[in-house]
């Protein structure tokens, strides 16, 4: 067996202790060999889970947020609408912030909430209104906090500008309809702040987060802390491993419920093009070019979706391929303003009886057209971002040493049927295997599952090596593992 490239540092190693671990860069690896990679996987379009065709809503609707809160989900979301009737871009409406409701994240509904008034009526699902500049409405980006501290009556919280975007306010609520500024002046004033800002409750570090839009070589992001949601640090820029290679339009970063110590971000990238042959080429010429009158880059400008990952929160791996791409469809995808994904990943029911929930995601199309903007939900399973990937000639990965807590290893993996996953453990710090844990002791793994453990001849059992300093081989043939955790 041709052996590896090495890149093993002497030291403690990684404790990672019980959580899970997903492939999303090469924090773990050492060692890559044959044909073993890394690979971004895509998420699948499903059905149009809400079309934003009411009155108060419109084609300029959008910025997404979408959380699931005990029983129910929650979508929150602008309402807005473009018009060009004149020759000019004109708003039909200001900005509302509409509310949906869903059982299981698939059916969605407008509730009528009677809270703001549209056309003489409160039969509407608005729940605040840009109009009254003591309540911020615009670009609202609201979360639930699962902060222990927080008080009932702050238990849901959010950021919001008013109007000339001078700083994001901070608000909260009881029940996540009714909402007050928890300060009169804006808690975060260093940004541009026209885009989709956003903050969580980061359960791993103690803390509020914020990441929000600024400009440095085009569009990009900026993040700051509090203890308090009302008492920020000085914002800074993210870092990027590669260099970012695009202006970055929103930033969709959260904590990944499933391993909480990663952060994990859905970008929309905005890519700036000249006017030209080539853009007349893509589909709705004369829907692009209408709005390039109003503006050049309303009509030449693309956007789609990324992906990217962070362990502290700071600095990002991100994918320069797109996560999710306009695809080959003649109309709703190709302009600015498309495939923005929404912030916020919630578990669905899967379209199969028996098999395990998928994440779903939902994502923007037809920005600007018609009466509308559709938001269409995209699956992935679960973990499923990047994977560890080999072909049918095999490859293989060795981790760093780690230091491990419980008795079984676990699996996210997939093989097709010619396929198959093992697992080798390995001493700390030399290229031998444990003895009775070697691949040749490993019962292969066929099929497909979240959470195989993983069996040598002698057992499952992995108890005596925990705390010890291990190394992990994986060894696959046309399979991919999307995470690992040890359990108890």
């Known amino acids: 067996m041709t052996s590896p490239r090495r890149n093993i540092e002497p030291g403690a190693g990684i404790h990672i202790g019980s959580r ?14 044959r044909d073993a990679e890394l690979r971004l996987h895509r998420p699948v379009p499903q059905e149009v889970a809400l079309e934003t065709d009411a009155p108060w809503e419109g084609n300029a609707s959008g910025y997404v947020t979408v959380f699931q809160d005990e029983d129910r989900y929650l979508m929150y979301y602008r309402g807005w609408h473009f018009t060009h009737d004149s020759g000019s871009l004109e708003f039909a409406h200001p900005e509302f912030v509409c509310v949906a409701e869903s059982s299981d994240g698939i059916n969605w509904t407008k509730p009528d909430l009677g809270l703001v008034e549209f056309d003489g009526s409160r039969n509407n699902n608005i729940i605040l209104d840009a109009r009254d500049d003591s309540s911020p ?4 980006v609201p979360f639930k906090d699962p902060n222990p501290d927080a008080p009932a009556a702050e238990r849901y919280k959010a950021l919001a500008n008013n109007r000339g975007y001078k700083g994001l306010f901070a608000l909260s609520s009881p029940d996540g309809l009714h909402w007050s500024k ?4 804006p808690v975060i004033t260093k940004g541009y702040f026209d885009s989709q800002n956003l903050a969580f409750w980061d359960a791993e570090r103690g803390e509020y987060r914020d990441y929000h839009r600024d400009f440095r ?14 008492n920020w640090t000085e914002p800074v820029f993210i870092d990027y491993n590669p260099t970012r290679i695009a202006e970055l339009y929103t930033n969709q970063v959260t904590p990944y419920f499933r391993a909480p110590h990663l952060f994990v971000g859905f970008p929309a990238r905005y ?9 007349e080429d893509l589909p709705e010429p004369e829907h692009r070019r209408m709005r390039a009158d109003a503006r050049e880059r309303y009509g030449a400008a693309l956007t789609d979706g990324l992906f990217m990952s962070s362990r502290d929160g700071m600095e990002f791996n991100i994918w320069p391929e797109a996560f999710i791409r306009p695809g080959l469809r003649p109309e709703g995808n190709w302009t600015y303003g498309d495939n923005y994904q929404n912030w916020g990943l919630v578990p669905t029911r899967s379209q199969f009886d028996g098999a395990p929930d998928e994440l779903s995601m939902y994502v923007s199309e037809g920005y600007w057209r018609g009466q509308s903007v559709c938001q269409r939900r995209y699956t992935l399973r679960m973990d499923g971002f990047v ?6 000639g095999g490859g293989e990965m060795i981790t760093k040493p780690i230091r491990f807590t419980g008795r079984n290893l676990e699996l996210n993996f997939s093989a097709s049927a010619a396929g198959s996953v093992r697992v080798e453990l390995l001493h700390g710090q030399v290229d031998l295997a444990i003895e009775g ?7 292969q793994l066929l099929g497909d599952d979240l959470d195989r453990t993983v069996r040598w001849t002698q057992g499952a059992d992995v108890s005596a090596f925990s705390g010890e300093l291990v190394r992990l081989r994986f060894s696959l043939q046309d399979a991919d593992i999307y995470s690992f955790r040890f359990v108890e």
Do not use: K
């Open 137 to 140: 409405a615009i670009n609202f």
């Open 217 to 230: 070589h085009g569009r990009d992001i900026m993040t700051c802390v509090s203890q308090d949601f009302i």
């Open 387 to 392: 994977s560890l990937h080999a072909p049918p």
């Open 437 to 443: 844990y070697s691949l040749d002791d490993c019962i």
């Open 271 to 279: 890519v700036e093009r000249p006017w030209s042959p080539a853009i």
């Open 182 to 185: 928890m300060r009169d002046e």
């Open 20 to 33: 899970r671990e997903l492939f999303v860069d090469d924090y773990l690896i050492a060692a890559l060999s």
